[in-house]
């Protein structure tokens, strides 16, 4: 279903997360749940698996996440306030350890000149761990490739904190 890459990572990610006990957590919004459908693609995925919000829309940021709306009308969707905290509170509205959350710009349209098409910020958020933030501005050639990459990349970051 998904790209190798992104298979073997998820795999990774599961068997890494159960030997260390670790339970995991998703809030997406331009990954629209794909980073959640690369996780439970892996047979046994709910031993560490916990739970994904999806929040595409700024409405849904606010109703399941608790993100102000007024932190969204000054910084944006596409921000780094706004992703840390969906991480905070996707951790917070779950019995996980770890959170990712992905808020960004995958095209073709919706970028500005300070956002543009391929924007996307990251947190991951761990209990009694702290956030951590990245920036990454894909040049995928397309709203297929941008998103596969922010799966990739969201993969990647929660590896690196289930691995600290």
Do not use: Q
């Not at 698996?49 to 596409?78: C, H, Q, W």
Request: hydrophobic content about 45%; overall charge negative.
């Amino acid at each position: 279903m998904f790209p190798f890459e992104i298979d073997a990572l998820a795999r990774l990610l599961i068997d890494e997360a159960r030997e260390r006990k670790v339970r995991i957590v998703t809030a997406e919004s331009c990954t629209g749940g794909l980073v959640a459908a690369a996780l439970t693609a892996i047979p046994g995925s709910s031993d560490v698996f916990e739970r994904g919000f999806v929040t595409y829309s700024n409405r849904a940021k606010e109703e399941m996440l608790g993100v102000p709306g007024d932190l969204i009308a000054d910084m944006g969707a596409v921000s780094e306030s706004v992703a840390r905290m969906m991480a905070e509170a996707a951790l917070a509205e779950s019995n996980a350890h770890i959170a990712v959350a992905i808020t960004g710009v995958a095209g073709p349209g919706g970028g500005t000149p300070m956002k543009p098409v391929g924007t996307v910020h990251f947190a991951t958020a761990r209990a009694n761990g702290g956030i951590v933030h990245r920036l990454e501005l894909f040049e995928e050639d397309d709203r297929d490739g941008i998103r596969l990459a922010a799966t990739r990349m969201a993969l990647e970051m929660l590896r690196e904190r289930v691995n600290s």
